[in-house]
Protein backbone atom coordinates (compact mmCIF):
# COMPACT_ATOMS: atom_id res chain seq x y z
CA UNK A 1 0.00 0.00 0.00
CA UNK A 2 1.16 3.49 -1.42
CA UNK A 3 0.63 5.35 2.57
CA UNK A 4 1.51 8.75 0.83
CA UNK A 5 -1.75 8.89 -1.07
CA UNK A 6 -3.93 7.85 1.83
CA UNK A 7 -5.76 9.88 3.90
CA UNK A 8 -6.80 8.48 7.50
CA UNK A 9 -8.79 9.07 10.15
CA UNK A 10 -8.52 7.91 13.93
CA UNK A 11 -11.38 8.13 15.89
CA UNK A 12 -10.17 8.75 19.88
CA UNK A 13 -7.38 9.95 18.33
CA UNK A 14 -6.04 11.88 21.45
CA UNK A 15 -5.97 8.56 23.51
CA UNK A 16 -2.49 5.91 24.20
CA UNK A 17 -3.20 4.02 20.93
CA UNK A 18 -4.22 6.78 18.96
CA UNK A 19 -1.33 8.80 19.85
CA UNK A 20 1.30 6.21 18.92
CA UNK A 21 -0.70 5.51 15.87
CA UNK A 22 -0.20 9.14 14.88
CA UNK A 23 3.46 9.38 15.46
CA UNK A 24 4.64 5.80 13.81
CA UNK A 25 2.33 7.32 10.59
CA UNK A 26 4.24 10.77 10.54
CA UNK A 27 7.34 9.00 10.89
CA UNK A 28 7.53 5.90 9.22
CA UNK A 29 4.29 5.93 6.53
CA UNK A 30 4.14 9.80 5.67
CA UNK A 31 0.32 9.79 4.52
CA UNK A 32 -0.66 12.75 2.71
CA UNK A 33 -3.81 13.36 5.92
CA UNK A 34 -3.94 12.03 9.50
CA UNK A 35 -7.05 13.34 11.03
CA UNK A 36 -7.88 12.88 14.53
CA UNK A 37 -11.42 12.75 15.53
CA UNK A 38 -11.98 13.32 19.72
CA UNK A 39 -14.09 14.70 22.03
CA UNK A 40 -11.69 16.24 24.20
CA UNK A 41 -10.73 19.48 23.19
CA UNK A 42 -8.15 19.73 26.33
CA UNK A 43 -6.62 16.78 24.72
CA UNK A 44 -6.28 17.72 21.21
CA UNK A 45 -4.56 21.01 22.58
CA UNK A 46 -2.41 18.59 24.53
CA UNK A 47 -1.36 16.88 21.94
CA UNK A 48 -0.69 19.84 19.62
CA UNK A 49 1.38 22.00 21.90
CA UNK A 50 3.49 18.36 22.73
CA UNK A 51 4.53 18.05 19.50
CA UNK A 52 1.63 16.76 17.34
CA UNK A 53 2.08 19.99 14.84
CA UNK A 54 2.51 18.41 11.62
CA UNK A 55 1.24 19.81 8.69
CA UNK A 56 0.04 16.88 7.68
CA UNK A 57 -2.64 16.38 11.07
CA UNK A 58 -5.77 17.79 11.34
CA UNK A 59 -7.87 17.78 14.46
CA UNK A 60 -11.68 17.48 14.52
CA UNK A 61 -13.95 17.95 17.63
CA UNK A 62 -16.45 15.51 17.48
CA UNK A 63 -18.22 12.14 19.11
CA UNK A 64 -18.83 9.06 17.92
CA UNK A 65 -22.45 8.87 19.08
CA UNK A 66 -22.96 11.82 16.75
CA UNK A 67 -23.15 10.54 13.06
CA UNK A 68 -23.51 13.62 11.07
CA UNK A 69 -19.81 15.19 12.46
CA UNK A 70 -18.90 11.35 11.90
CA UNK A 71 -20.31 12.04 7.97
CA UNK A 72 -18.11 15.52 7.84
CA UNK A 73 -15.24 14.53 9.33
CA UNK A 74 -15.21 11.10 6.74
CA UNK A 75 -15.26 13.46 3.66
CA UNK A 76 -12.46 12.29 1.43
CA UNK A 77 -11.05 9.57 3.57
CA UNK A 78 -9.59 6.42 2.59
CA UNK A 79 -8.86 4.64 5.45
CA UNK A 80 -10.61 5.00 9.20
CA UNK A 81 -9.37 3.37 12.69
CA UNK A 82 -11.74 3.52 14.85
CA UNK A 83 -10.08 3.52 18.34
CA UNK A 84 -12.90 5.16 20.03
CA UNK A 85 -14.31 3.23 22.95
CA UNK A 86 -15.51 3.63 27.05
CA UNK A 87 -12.74 0.84 28.38
CA UNK A 88 -12.99 1.09 31.51
CA UNK A 89 -14.61 -2.03 33.15
CA UNK A 90 -15.61 -0.29 36.67
CA UNK A 91 -16.99 3.18 34.81
CA UNK A 92 -18.92 0.80 32.15
CA UNK A 93 -20.71 -1.49 35.30
CA UNK A 94 -22.02 1.64 36.72
CA UNK A 95 -22.91 3.77 33.68
CA UNK A 96 -24.22 0.47 31.14
CA UNK A 97 -26.18 3.18 28.79
CA UNK A 98 -23.55 5.06 28.35
CA UNK A 99 -21.40 1.83 27.37
CA UNK A 100 -23.40 1.11 25.17
CA UNK A 101 -24.05 4.54 23.45
CA UNK A 102 -20.05 4.60 22.89
CA UNK A 103 -19.17 1.26 22.10
CA UNK A 104 -21.87 -0.26 20.16
CA UNK A 105 -23.87 2.74 19.07
CA UNK A 106 -20.88 4.97 18.28
CA UNK A 107 -19.50 2.07 16.55
CA UNK A 108 -22.70 1.70 14.13
CA UNK A 109 -22.78 5.23 13.76
CA UNK A 110 -18.95 5.05 12.87
CA UNK A 111 -20.28 2.38 10.11
CA UNK A 112 -22.95 4.23 8.70
CA UNK A 113 -20.63 7.22 8.11
CA UNK A 114 -18.37 5.44 6.37
CA UNK A 115 -20.51 3.79 3.98
CA UNK A 116 -22.19 7.18 2.93
CA UNK A 117 -18.96 8.77 2.37
CA UNK A 118 -16.93 5.91 0.39
CA UNK A 119 -14.20 5.19 2.76
CA UNK A 120 -12.20 2.19 1.30
CA UNK A 121 -10.94 0.57 4.46
CA UNK A 122 -12.36 0.64 8.05
CA UNK A 123 -10.76 -1.40 11.05
CA UNK A 124 -11.96 -1.67 14.67
CA UNK A 125 -9.77 -2.30 17.84
CA UNK A 126 -11.61 -5.12 20.14
CA UNK A 127 -9.97 -6.51 22.94
CA UNK A 128 -9.74 -10.31 24.71
CA UNK A 129 -12.24 -9.23 26.69
CA UNK A 130 -14.86 -9.52 23.57
CA UNK A 131 -14.31 -13.45 23.97
CA UNK A 132 -16.98 -14.97 26.01
CA UNK A 133 -17.28 -11.58 27.86
CA UNK A 134 -17.40 -11.70 31.98
CA UNK A 135 -18.32 -8.03 31.97
CA UNK A 136 -20.24 -5.08 30.00
CA UNK A 137 -17.46 -3.67 28.30
CA UNK A 138 -16.37 -7.34 26.74
CA UNK A 139 -20.23 -7.69 26.16
CA UNK A 140 -20.02 -4.04 24.08
CA UNK A 141 -16.86 -4.56 22.56
CA UNK A 142 -18.62 -8.21 21.06
CA UNK A 143 -21.43 -6.61 20.00
CA UNK A 144 -18.82 -4.05 17.82
CA UNK A 145 -17.06 -6.57 16.11
CA UNK A 146 -20.48 -8.11 15.33
CA UNK A 147 -21.32 -5.26 13.87
CA UNK A 148 -18.13 -4.73 11.65
CA UNK A 149 -17.78 -7.99 10.44
CA UNK A 150 -21.01 -8.44 8.63
CA UNK A 151 -21.23 -4.29 7.63
CA UNK A 152 -19.49 -5.83 4.89
CA UNK A 153 -22.60 -7.02 3.63
CA UNK A 154 -24.11 -3.71 3.51
CA UNK A 155 -21.50 -2.44 1.31
CA UNK A 156 -20.95 -5.65 -1.07
CA UNK A 157 -17.73 -7.33 -2.66
CA UNK A 158 -16.89 -3.59 -4.22
CA UNK A 159 -17.68 -1.43 -1.45
CA UNK A 160 -16.44 -0.69 2.04
CA UNK A 161 -14.52 -3.31 3.63
CA UNK A 162 -14.77 -3.62 7.24
CA UNK A 163 -12.56 -5.61 9.28
CA UNK A 164 -11.26 -6.08 13.62
CA UNK A 165 -8.16 -6.65 15.17
CA UNK A 166 -8.05 -7.74 18.86
CA UNK A 167 -5.42 -8.05 21.24
CA UNK A 168 -4.23 -8.12 24.91
CA UNK A 169 -3.43 -6.22 27.81
CA UNK A 170 -1.31 -3.03 26.22
CA UNK A 171 1.25 -1.99 28.65
CA UNK A 172 1.32 1.45 29.91
CA UNK A 173 -2.31 2.47 28.34
CA UNK A 174 -5.14 3.58 30.17
CA UNK A 175 -6.00 1.89 33.16
CA UNK A 176 -2.23 -1.13 32.50
CA UNK A 177 -1.82 -1.81 35.85
CA UNK A 178 2.54 -1.19 35.87
CA UNK A 179 1.99 2.29 36.41
CA UNK A 180 0.12 1.28 39.45
CA UNK A 181 2.30 -0.72 40.52
CA UNK A 182 5.09 1.87 40.03
CA UNK A 183 3.22 3.50 41.97
CA UNK A 184 2.74 1.58 45.02
CA UNK A 185 6.17 -0.18 45.13
CA UNK A 186 7.03 3.29 47.26
CA UNK A 187 4.50 2.13 49.68
CA UNK A 188 6.48 -1.31 49.89
CA UNK A 189 3.06 -2.95 49.18
CA UNK A 190 1.19 -4.51 45.92
CA UNK A 191 -2.31 -4.80 44.94
CA UNK A 192 -2.66 -7.95 43.83
CA UNK A 193 -6.14 -9.75 43.06
CA UNK A 194 -5.14 -13.06 42.43
CA UNK A 195 -1.78 -15.11 42.39
CA UNK A 196 -2.81 -17.36 39.76
CA UNK A 197 -3.61 -14.61 36.90
CA UNK A 198 -2.34 -14.07 33.74
CA UNK A 199 -2.91 -11.85 30.85
CA UNK A 200 -1.62 -11.10 27.07
CA UNK A 201 0.67 -8.41 26.92
CA UNK A 202 2.07 -6.39 23.94
CA UNK A 203 3.08 -2.81 23.75
CA UNK A 204 1.80 0.52 21.99
CA UNK A 205 4.34 0.66 19.13
CA UNK A 206 3.91 -3.69 18.75
CA UNK A 207 0.07 -2.61 18.19
CA UNK A 208 -0.03 -0.17 16.41
CA UNK A 209 2.43 -1.72 13.87
CA UNK A 210 0.07 -5.14 14.18
CA UNK A 211 -3.22 -2.46 13.33
CA UNK A 212 -0.73 -0.87 10.43
CA UNK A 213 -0.03 -4.59 9.00
CA UNK A 214 -3.92 -5.49 9.03
CA UNK A 215 -4.77 -2.44 6.88
CA UNK A 216 -2.56 -3.17 4.47
CA UNK A 217 -3.68 -7.09 4.01
CA UNK A 218 -7.45 -7.00 4.83
CA UNK A 219 -10.24 -8.04 2.97
CA UNK A 220 -13.45 -7.11 5.09
CA UNK A 221 -14.79 -9.23 7.94
CA UNK A 222 -11.53 -10.66 9.30
CA UNK A 223 -10.96 -10.71 13.22
CA UNK A 224 -7.03 -10.16 12.95
CA UNK A 225 -5.38 -11.98 16.68
CA UNK A 226 -1.77 -11.24 17.00
CA UNK A 227 0.39 -14.23 18.81
CA UNK A 228 1.56 -12.33 21.31
CA UNK A 229 3.33 -13.20 25.08
CA UNK A 230 1.42 -14.00 28.42
CA UNK A 231 2.84 -13.35 32.10
CA UNK A 232 1.71 -13.96 35.55
CA UNK A 233 0.53 -10.46 37.82
CA UNK A 234 2.80 -12.01 40.11
CA UNK A 235 5.56 -12.39 38.00
CA UNK A 236 5.29 -8.40 36.82
CA UNK A 237 4.49 -6.96 40.31
CA UNK A 238 8.05 -9.20 41.54
CA UNK A 239 10.13 -7.63 38.58
CA UNK A 240 8.98 -4.07 39.34
CA UNK A 241 8.93 -4.14 43.20
CA UNK A 242 10.62 -7.64 44.55
CA UNK A 243 11.13 -6.65 47.74
CA UNK A 244 7.36 -5.87 48.26
CA UNK A 245 4.41 -7.18 49.99
CA UNK A 246 1.64 -8.40 48.16
CA UNK A 247 -2.06 -7.65 49.57
CA UNK A 248 -4.16 -9.90 47.79
CA UNK A 249 -7.87 -8.86 47.16
CA UNK A 250 -9.56 -11.45 45.34
CA UNK A 251 -10.47 -10.99 41.89
CA UNK A 252 -13.23 -8.05 41.12
CA UNK A 253 -16.57 -8.74 39.51
CA UNK A 254 -16.67 -9.15 36.17
CA UNK A 255 -12.88 -10.03 35.84
CA UNK A 256 -11.69 -12.98 34.61
CA UNK A 257 -8.55 -15.44 36.01
CA UNK A 258 -7.60 -16.03 32.52
CA UNK A 259 -8.18 -14.18 29.31
CA UNK A 260 -8.69 -15.75 25.74
CA UNK A 261 -7.80 -14.25 22.80
CA UNK A 262 -9.51 -17.23 20.46
CA UNK A 263 -12.44 -19.35 21.82
CA UNK A 264 -12.52 -22.75 20.61
CA UNK A 265 -15.67 -22.09 18.78
CA UNK A 266 -14.27 -19.53 16.88
CA UNK A 267 -11.02 -21.40 16.05
CA UNK A 268 -13.15 -23.82 13.90
CA UNK A 269 -13.21 -21.18 11.13
CA UNK A 270 -9.66 -19.41 12.25
CA UNK A 271 -6.48 -19.80 10.25
CA UNK A 272 -3.52 -19.84 11.79
CA UNK A 273 -0.61 -17.74 9.88
CA UNK A 274 3.35 -17.38 11.53
CA UNK A 275 3.00 -14.30 13.64
CA UNK A 276 -0.82 -14.16 14.10
CA UNK A 277 -4.48 -16.32 13.61
CA UNK A 278 -7.41 -15.18 11.51
CA UNK A 279 -10.86 -15.70 12.05
CA UNK A 280 -12.57 -15.43 9.32
CA UNK A 281 -16.47 -14.53 8.57
CA UNK A 282 -19.17 -17.08 9.37
CA UNK A 283 -21.44 -15.59 7.03
CA UNK A 284 -19.94 -14.04 4.03
CA UNK A 285 -23.09 -12.59 2.11
CA UNK A 286 -21.03 -9.97 0.81
CA UNK A 287 -18.34 -12.50 -1.22
CA UNK A 288 -19.16 -15.95 -0.91
CA UNK A 289 -15.42 -17.22 -2.80
CA UNK A 290 -13.92 -15.10 -0.32
CA UNK A 291 -10.40 -17.34 1.09
CA UNK A 292 -7.46 -16.78 3.21
CA UNK A 293 -4.19 -18.42 3.50
CA UNK A 294 -3.12 -20.38 6.31
CA UNK A 295 -3.18 -23.40 8.07
CA UNK A 296 -6.72 -24.69 9.76
CA UNK A 297 -6.30 -25.00 13.74
CA UNK A 298 -6.69 -28.66 15.53
CA UNK A 299 -10.12 -29.65 17.01
CA UNK A 300 -10.45 -28.26 20.36
CA UNK A 301 -7.75 -25.19 20.22
CA UNK A 302 -8.38 -21.81 22.32
CA UNK A 303 -5.96 -19.24 22.47
CA UNK A 304 -5.62 -18.57 26.47
CA UNK A 305 -3.30 -16.56 28.28
CA UNK A 306 -2.69 -19.34 30.72
CA UNK A 307 -2.23 -22.25 28.14
CA UNK A 308 -0.30 -19.81 25.94
CA UNK A 309 3.26 -21.43 24.52
CA UNK A 310 4.76 -18.37 24.62
CA UNK A 311 5.81 -16.62 27.96
CA UNK A 312 7.53 -13.15 29.06
CA UNK A 313 10.88 -13.93 30.75
CA UNK A 314 12.03 -11.26 33.54
CA UNK A 315 14.58 -9.95 31.14
CA UNK A 316 11.55 -9.02 28.48
CA UNK A 317 9.60 -7.61 31.20
CA UNK A 318 12.09 -5.06 32.50
CA UNK A 319 12.33 -4.06 29.51
CA UNK A 320 8.88 -3.68 28.50
CA UNK A 321 8.13 -1.55 31.55
CA UNK A 322 11.88 0.28 31.30
CA UNK A 323 9.94 3.61 29.72
CA UNK A 324 7.55 3.89 32.46
CA UNK A 325 9.80 2.99 35.46
CA UNK A 326 11.54 6.20 33.52
CA UNK A 327 9.11 8.29 33.30
CA UNK A 328 8.36 7.97 36.87
CA UNK A 329 11.58 9.24 37.72
CA UNK A 330 11.08 12.17 36.01
CA UNK A 331 8.23 12.59 37.63
CA UNK A 332 9.22 12.23 40.68
CA UNK A 333 12.23 14.73 40.68
CA UNK A 334 9.21 17.02 38.70
Given at each position: ?????????????????????????????????????????????????????????????????????????????????????????????????????????????????????????????????????????????????????????????????????????????????????????????????????????????????????????MRGGEVFIPKIPSTRIVDLARTIAPDAEFNVVGIRPGEKLHELLLSEDEARSALELEDMYVVAPAHPFWQQDIQYQGTPLPQGF?????????????????????????????????
Amino acid sequence: MDWKNQVVLVTGGTGSFGKMFVEIMLKEYYPAKVIIFSRDELKQHEMRVNGFDHPSLRYFIGDVRDVDRLRRAMHGVDIVVHAAALKQVPACEYNPMEAIKTNILGSSNVIEAALDAGVRQVLALSTDKAVNPANLYGATKLAAEKLFVQSNAYAGAAGTHFSCVRYGNVVGSRGSVVPIFIRQRQNGKLTITDERMTRFWLTLEQGVHFVIRCIEQMRGGEVFIPKIPSTRIVDLARTIAPDAEFNVVGIRPGEKLHELLLSEDEARSALELEDMYVVAPAHPFWQQDIQYQGTPLPQGFSYASNTNPNWLNEQQIREIIAPFETSSIRESEG
